[in-house]
């Protein structure tokens, strides 16, 4: 099967830098001091889309999980170099700044971290695109995503109750982590909500070779945007029948065997619940 439709893949790991990941990531502050903002957001390929001002210009920014830093698209970079690498196993050299201010309606993140690059490739499918939200701003809110409906609400408030289930959580340069059973065996993935598969498995892995050998998987030529812009992949597409994640069921689970190093979930994964992302305890809550 050949489908040469685009498909956003855009998380963003970082190879080299001057210090730790997490010190940068932390740098920053938001204002107000108490703040509960709603508003709504837009999906590209399940992908969310989130409208933002980024020192007082209006841009639609890509909110990505896996990003260990926030990316500003720039026709040409600024600042420091440093390297940038993606799931696609590709590097760049990008530019790095501190944002002075990054406007989500009502709430300000102040000094936050990002790189600077060109992308184009994500420019093109996306209307006014000026980058991707990363960790140095998710981290520094709560996050309640009604996926169904379409809806974010970014607080420092608790949200949640006792409907919600809170699912294991661990963290590695601020990146989050979980661990998901297919067939009575547990795997540790990456929850990825820039990619734009619900599951994603590396090709020549164990687990992708015992699929590949109970399910039907088809060829499926993409051309996808990682780190370096467009490229032309062949990966294999199929449907997991069951999926769990801590005691919470997923069914017919859309899962491409693919390049890269880890194991993902992606928004998609989520597309019938509730996500709290709750960084004042470092814990993500589903409602399904």
């Not at 009502?106 to 980058?131: C, H, R, W, Y």
């Not at 919470?248 to 597309?271: A, P, R, W, Y």
Request: overall charge neutral.
């Amino acid at each position: 099967m050949k489908n040469l439709k685009r498909l956003l893949l855009i998380s963003l790991f970082f190879i080299s830098l001057s210090c730790s990941v997490t010190k940068h990531q932390k740098k920053g502050t938001v204002l107000p001091e108490k703040f509960n903002y709603e508003t709504e957001f837009t999906t590209i390929q399940t992908v969310m889309i989130i409208p933002s001002k980024i020192n007082g210009i209006s841009k639609n920014f890509i909110f990505d999980t896996g990003a260990q830093f926030s990316a500003i698209h720039r026709d040409s970079t600024i600042g420091s170099l440093i390297n940038v690498g993606g799931v696609s196993e590709r590097s760049i050299k990008a530019g790095s700044e501190i944002v002075e201010s990054f406007k989500i309606g009502s709430v300000e993140f102040l000094g936050t971290i990002a790189v600077n690059f060109d992308m184009t490739g994500l420019k093109e499918q996306i209307p006014n695109f000026g980058g991707i939200i990363g960790q140095p701003i998710i981290e520094k809110a709560n996050w309640l995503i009604d996926y169904p409906n379409k809806k974010l609400c970014i607080t420092n408030k608790k949200l949640t109750d006792n409907t919600f289930k809170k699912i294991k959580l661990k963290s590695k340069d601020g990146t989050p982590y979980t661990n998901i059973s297919i067939s009575g065996t547990e795997y540790n993935v990456v929850i990825d909500f820039g990619s734009g598969f619900e599951l994603t498995i590396p090709s020549g892995s164990k687990l992708a070779e015992k699929l590949l050998n109970e399910y039907d998987f088809e060829d499926d030529e993409q051309e996808i945007y990682s780190i370096g812009g467009l490229q032309m992949i062949t990966q294999k597409v199929g449907v997991v029948p069951l999926v769990k994640l801590g005691d919470m069921e997923f069914e017919n689970v859309s899962t491409k065997i693919s390049v890269q190093d880890e194991l993902s979930i992606g928004i998609g994964f989520f597309k019938n619940c509730i996500i709290y992302i709750d960084n004042q305890e470092n814990s993500y809550k589903i409602k399904q």
